[in-house]
Structure formats: structure tokens, C-alpha cells
């Protein structure tokens, strides 16, 4: 039996005096499979992620990610997990404005130590691959909102990530651009990319999902596939 991508065990996690982000949580899920989070604001899945990706450590329980125990990481350790093992896509980008956007997508690889001919190659195969590469000595504030997520996910992708986390990939995206990035996620699923997208979004987890874990006040709620998803769950 394959070890999981992901495996939460009892998981706790409180911030000062307020009420526990997450409550007991226990998770797993395949390498391979694509998983929507689903909640609203305050609903612990944000904190979800930064578990995940080592921003973050639980009070109690455990997280391995890739058969590594992400809450025994150190500060360095945290870093080179989310370099080699985790890509991650954000709402609002994260780009480097002042760079072009193939040495955006480049950024990762040299700071992982890639030869610059090596990664100068591999930044071009996923440009092209998503759509992109006729952008690439483009700045990104010339860009649209969909182009900008394209090349981010580029950039999320140049270490060949296990694991792809994406935090709200279309919340800044107007309908089109949306639909366009929600595909973009599911062609790379069905490619064999383990995807988990934190989102209040049903249509997104719909679209580019197959399994849907519902969180509300910290706790998992609903775990069920996503085309099983009732329009009260998005509320």
C-alpha cells in the first residue's frame, strides 16, 4: 500500500486566547488525488495550509506530508520542505514585479541550487506547457489576471513539487480567468499532480476536484466527492 501525500493525525491549533483555528483534525489524502478545503473565512482552513507547508506548527497531533513529519521541522528544515517538496499558488500572486516572468518562474530552482542553463530549460517547458511562453520576457504587471496565475503556478511548479497547494487560486480572478485557471488545475491533476486548493468557492472545488473536505469552526464537517456537493455546503 502507498504511503499518503498528506496525513493529519488529532491535529490542534490555537492562537492566543481565541478559539482553536483547528480542533482534532485528522486527515489523508492519496498521492495523486486533487482535494478541495472548503469553508469560510475563519474557518480554519487557511490554517490547514500553513500546516502543510510548514508555516505553521500544530499545538497538538501530527503532519506528515510526502512521509515527512512537517511539525518536527526546524526553521530550516520548514524552508527546504516548502523548496523541494510543496509548490504553493496564492490569491493575489506573489510575483516580482521588477523580474521578467521566466526569471520568476526561474527564482526557485536557483535558489535550490539549479545550474542556470537547467533551470533556464525547465522554466521554458512549463511556460510553453501552460500557454505562456510567448510572455516570458514580459514584466508581469503587463499581464492579465489569468496570465499572472498561470505564471505563478509555473513558478509553483519548477522544483517538481509532490505536493501543489493552492490558496484561493481564483479569488482575484474575474469569471473567465477563473474558469481558466480551474481547468489549468485539473489538466495538471489528471496528470498525476497531488493538488489540494483551499477555497469558499463550490464551483471552483467542483470543477477541479474530486473530494471535498468541508471545515467550519476548526473541525471537518463533510468529507464526500465533489460532484456529491449540495449548494447549502458552500454557505
Known sequence: MTTPMIEL????????????????????????????VLGPSGSGKSTL?????????????????????????GETGA?????NRVGMVFQFFNLLDDLTVADNVVLPARLAGMGRAEADRRAAELLESLGIDRHARVHPGRLSG?????VAVARA????PALLLADEPTGALDTAAGQDV?????????????????????????????????????RITEDVPSRNLAPETAR
Open 9 to 36: 493525525r488529532e491535529v490542534s491549533r490555537r492562537y492566543d486566547d481565541g478559539p482553536p483555528a483547528l480542533r482534532h483534525v485528522s486527515l489523508t489524502v492519496r498521492s495523486g488525488e486533487a482535494v478541495a
Open 49 to 73: 495550509l500553513n500546516l502543510l507547508a510548514g508555516l505553521d506548527r500544530p499545538d497538538t497531533g501530527t503532519v506528515t506530508v510526502a512521509g515527512v513529519r512537517v511539525d518536527e521541522l
Open 146 to 150: 489569468g496570465e499572472r496565475q498561470r
Open 182 to 218: 480551474s481547468g489549468l488545475l485539473a489538466d495538471l491533476n489528471a496528470e498525476g499532480q497531488t493538488v489540494v486548493v483551499v477555497t469558499h468557492d463550490l464551483a471552483l472545488a467542483r470543477s477541479c476536484t474530486s473530494r471535498t473536505v468541508r471545515i467550519a469552526d476548526g
Open 79 to 83: 524552508a527546504l520542505h516548502r523548496r
Open 157 to 160: 511548479l519548477m522544483n517538481r
